[in-house]
């Protein structure tokens, strides 16, 4: 409940009592994963003071990095300063999930353009394909997510990209999609 409050003073008073941060729940989500998808900002920063993993990968293979990434784009500006702090403390910006994608798809999926963009700024690979070999382009075209395009053209993503399965680019994507 800390961190849907965004009750940093509790977290980190349960840290330094002796909870382990590296407990679990059902999917395999620690506590920083559950405080980067609540948005709690000031939960995120207690657990890396106390020594939470920003690498640890649920059984999906998401980083709490992911979890942030995943705010959509009316909490994106909120989101930022959370992935600042994470890659701050190491969170890998390319880490792929079991599906092959990195937080940079999980953002432009959500279009999170804010979050791309921190993403790209901190050094992210923009055109790092998933296991499909869709970019994060791909993802953000195929959704009609105009904000999380613009912020991975202005990034350098490749608009050319092929897919390398059935050589779709984020145009193809773009028409299926409907946008």
Known sequence: MAALADDGATAAALAAGGTSLRVRDGTGRTPL??????????????????????????????????AAAACGAPAAAAAAPIVAALLAAGAPADAAD?????????????DAAAVVAALAAAGARVDAPDAHGWTPLHAAAAGGHRGAVGALLAAGADAAAADGRAGWTPLHAAAAGGD
């Open 33 to 66: 994963h559950i405080a980067a998808a609540a948005g709690a900002a000031t939960v995120v920063t207690a657990l890396l003071r106390a020594g939470a993993s920003p690498a640890a990968a649920d059984d999906g293979g998401g980083t709490p990095l992911h």
């Open 98 to 110: 079991a599906g092959g994608a990195t937080p940079l798809h999980v953002a432009a999926t959500a």
